[in-house]
């Protein structure tokens, strides 16, 4: 349980390019959309690298790129899926405007078209520090010194975020790893698993936590 920025934004982006389709042994009467894709996977890095500041985090990950019909046809449309991810509230004002810059004049470099199709789907979390300074306080009351543990932030996503955009409070995280059980894989993998008895502890740190707000 820690102050601060915890967990990143989970925004999706969706990009469509048209282009002109055609024999793949007459390239020079058609628009690449496949050029134009694997250009925009490249060409969106620049934003985390030279206009994000260095301080700040910024990973846009483009996961999916469809694209073609054969092996001898140069494709006419591709569609790309990715995600973007960051701590700091006030990219959430620049970055569509920043991808939208990159995408269209891409499109333009190669005769092409683009649409970006940007969704803001969760805030970075982000603790404040006196919800955090009484979880914190009742960790230990309900679980000694030694269950306080300081983990880097992450960039995986949380809704909780909606929370905080409206009220003080913070984020725990209940460690859940035991590795007798086979409980010891990582999140979206095949095979995993959480420690159940630890389920107690975070519903002790809930009944704690209101209990101390409330005496407040």
Do not use: W
């Amino acid at each position: 349980v820690e102050a601060g920025p915890r967990m990143a934004s989970a925004d999706m982006f969706h990009i469509d390019i048209k282009g002109q389709a055609g024999h793949g042994a007459q390239p020079e009467q058609c628009v690449d959309a496949t050029i134009v894709a694997a250009s925009l996977v490249n060409n969106l890095q620049p934003l985390v690298s030279r206009e994000v500041s260095p301080i700040d985090s910024l990973v846009i990950t483009v996961g999916k790129l469809t694209s073609g019909t054969r092996f001898n046809v140069i494709s006419g449309s591709a569609h790309l899926e990715g995600t973007t991810r960051y701590f700091t509230p006030e990219l959430s004002n620049n970055i569509e405007k920043m991808m939208e810059r990159v995408v269209t004049h891409t499109a333009q470099m190669y005769r092409a078209e683009a649409k970006l199709d940007y969704h803001f789907l969760t805030y970075p979390v982000i603790n404040e520090e006196t919800s955090t300074l009484r979880a914190q306080n009742a960790v230990k009351k309900i679980l000694g010194d030694n269950a306080l543990q300081s983990i880097p932030r992450v960039t995986g996503g949380e809704d909780f975020s909606e929370y905080l955009k409206q009220k003080p409070g913070c984020f725990a995280f209940v460690g859940a790893r035991n590795t007798a059980i086979g409980a010891d894989k990582p999140h979206h993998n095949g095979c995993f698993n959480v420690d159940e008895s630890v389920f107690k502890d975070g519903a002790a740190l809930y009944a704690q936590y209101a209990y101390d707000f409330l005496s407040e």
